[in-house]
């Protein structure tokens, strides 16, 4: 019998282009496969993320959204479909997901992240990747990561822009560079003036990209960096950010020192809907 | 084959196609220590180019490529990465 050590006969297929690279290998497989990521959202950063995670072999792959999917979600939630109006997000996340690739471990998570369950949560996974698509979330899923000691890959869009960074523990981190959310009202939604629907397609893609980067230890992490992409001009640039010594959450001395549940404005800005 | 000191691991991947044929011999490598010896037996006739050439790309020594009968062909690699 051919003796491939851990990997089954479908394993060494299904990861031959993986293992084949010098970068990687079966012991970068190895450890994908062993790799713990929550994903937050499964909406458009969320779909490509955690599509090509799942395809990369990651190990338990978590996902958290509370929503179900609206036909106006369709148009850039790749994880979604037709049929899946309606349905959670999580439900239908984990569908496709499984379809793409059965050895993954789907962890669905269906409730609103908040300062009470968060840090719950993440307790069990290795690396955030965050898609979520407000400001109160992303404050507590920055928060969350520099209290538990979780690196946090982080990606936004807005419009034909979109932004991507890595935070890794004792790094820096979200507040270093915007140090508190917007005030209610001032930054429009997504839903409000609209996004490119291949945008968060992108975005979300490099997130995955640089998760995969970090469990494997290979190549320049974009940890020190803030990826600035634009769709119009095609354009990416890298900007250094540095860890801020008097940052609120993970300065020298820390004046927040247990999580926030900022007002969820999102909701107060909400178009009406159609009914 | 001339003198090849030890063996420490055979792969037997008659049948194997490639990429497959690297892909297992690669995997088998991983699991050895540095300087010990793989013996690979392939009769995918593009294997007997495609695994040498590989291996070396990835810093491993190849020892010799040898037919060994109508049929198999044998690759010995040194683990030296």
Redesign the interface.
């Known amino acids: 019998m051919?003796?491939?050590?851990r990997?089954t006969e479908e394993q060494?297929?299904r990861y031959?282009r993986h293992?084949?690279l010098?970068q990687v290998?079966?012991?970068g497989q190895k450890k994908l496969l062993e790799a713990k990521m929550l994903l937050v959202g499964a909406g458009g950063l969320g779909s490509p993320a955690a599509m090509y995670l799942a395809a990369a072999g990651v190990g338990k792959l978590g996902i958290v959204d509370f929503d179900r999917v609206d036909l106006s979600n369709l148009q850039r939630q790749i994880l979604h479909g037709q049929s899946d109006v309606g349905r959670r997000k999580t439900v239908s996340a984990a569908e496709t997901l499984c379809e793409i690739n059965p050895d993954v471990e789907l962890v669905l998570h269906e409730d609103r992240l908040t300062s009470d369950n968060i840090m719950d949560i993440i307790h069990e996974y290795d690396i955030v990747v965050d898609g979520c698509d407000n400001f109160p979330t992303r404050y507590l899923v920055n928060d969350a990561c520099v209290l538990a000691g979780k690196a946090n890959v982080h990606g936004s869009i807005f419009l034909f822009e979109g932004q991507i960074s890595v935070f890794l523990p004792g790094q820096g981190c979200y507040r270093c560079l915007f140090p508190e959310p917007p005030p209610p009202g001032a930054v429009p939604s997504c839903q409000e003036a609209g996004v490119l629907g291949v945008l968060p397609g992108i975005v979300g893609t490099i997130q995955a990209a640089e998760a995969i980067k970090l469990v494997l230890e290979i190549g320049i992490s974009l940890n020190g960096h803030l990826m600035l992409f634009d769709a119009l001009d095609m354009s990416f640039q890298k900007v250094k950010l540095r860890r801020n010594p008097s940052c609120a959450i993970c300065g020298d001395s820390p004046t927040i020192k247990e999580l926030i549940d900022y007002e969820e404005f999102c909701s107060l800005l909400a178009v009406p809907r159609e009914c | 084959m001339a003198e090849i000191a030890r063996v420490d691991a055979e792969l037997d991947l008659k049948g194997e196609i490639c990429p497959y044929t690297f892909v297992k011999s690669k995997l088998e490598l991983e699991e050895l220590e540095l300087g010990q010896v793989l013996r690979v037996v392939v009769n995918h006739r593009p294997a007997v180019e495609n695994v040498p050439r590989s291996m070396k790309n990835e810093g491993q020594e190849v020892l010799g490529v040898e037919q060994v009968n109508d049929t198999d062909w044998e690759i010995i690699i040194r683990k030296a990465v």
């Open positions: 051919i003796n491939t050590k990997f060494v297929k031959s293992i084949i010098p290998g079966g012991k």
